[in-house]
């Protein structure tokens, strides 16, 4: 069975930096590509990032291009959101999900992020 | 605004057929990428409700069902039962802005 567990969420002031991870199992990691995907309160879904499953190929949404960076460890079966430069629209439930193709096939319940001074 | 456009609410009667509408450009739906549909309930993992336009993942009912034509893509829903009340998303891939996109959701009241 899939699983997908986020942590590393949390409260973050204006400007700082947070690193969000995304635990895998029942499935050979490195063989798919890998997204985070948010929910801001109230609101729908929106794609973040995504990386290919040898790391290697990286896409994200212009609303975070050269603020966030996503990565993987495959030896830890773990991806990653690193986040600089947040911003109060940054705050949402940020859920890690697992391709098949060009749809997801398995989510995460996801982490807040919650950005506040 | 998403660069996929759903109607933001649609409503049923127990027993009734809805359909969602899901419309692109000609970056995304329109050039050939396949929709997707997800039902999430809030607080919950969203599900794979169709893929490849059309495709029903194991276990998902056949009173779902996906079509898609040209820049737009539709989710029907027949049989309306009040456990299908739930938030819908269609999904794609934009090439114009290189990575995936949603619709803006769709939230299915049964009367």
């Known amino acids: 069975e899939v699983q997908l567990l986020e942590s590393g969420g949390g409260l973050v002031q204006p400007g700082g930096p947070l690193r969000v991870s995304c635990a895998a199992s029942?499935?050979?990691?490195?063989?798919?590509?890998m997204s985070w995907v948010r929910q801001a309160p109230g609101k729908g879904l929106e794609w973040v990032s995504t990386i290919s499953g040898n790391g290697v190929y990286t896409y994200y949404a212009d609303s975070v291009k050269g603020r966030f960076t996503i990565s993987r460890d495959n030896s830890k079966n773990t991806l990653y959101l690193q986040m600089n430069s947040l911003r109060a629209d940054d705050t949402a439930v940020y859920s890690c999900?697992?391709?098949?193709?060009?749809?997801?096939?398995?989510w995460g319940q996801g982490t807040l992020v919650t950005v506040s001074s | 605004q998403s660069v996929l456009t759903q109607p933001p609410s649609v409503s049923g009667a127990p027993g009734q057929r809805v359909t969602i509408s899901c419309t692109g450009s000609s970056s995304n739906i329109g050039v050939g990428y396949d929709v997707h549909w997800y039902q999430h309930f809030p607080g919950t993992t969203p599900k794979l409700l169709i893929y490849g336009n059309s495709n029903r993942p194991s276990g998902v009912p056949d009173r779902f069902s996906g079509s898609k034509s040209g820049t737009s893509a539709s989710l029907a829903i027949t049989g309306l039962q009040a456990e299908d009340e739930a938030d819908y998303y269609c999904?794609?891939?934009?090439?114009?802005?290189?990575?995936?996109?949603f619709g803006g959701g769709t939230k299915l009241t049964v009367l």
């Open positions: 999900a697992k391709h098949s193709g060009y749809y997801y096939d398995s």
């Open positions: 029942g499935f050979t990691f490195s063989n798919y590509a």
């Open positions: 999904q794609s891939y934009d090439n114009s802005l290189s990575g995936w996109v």
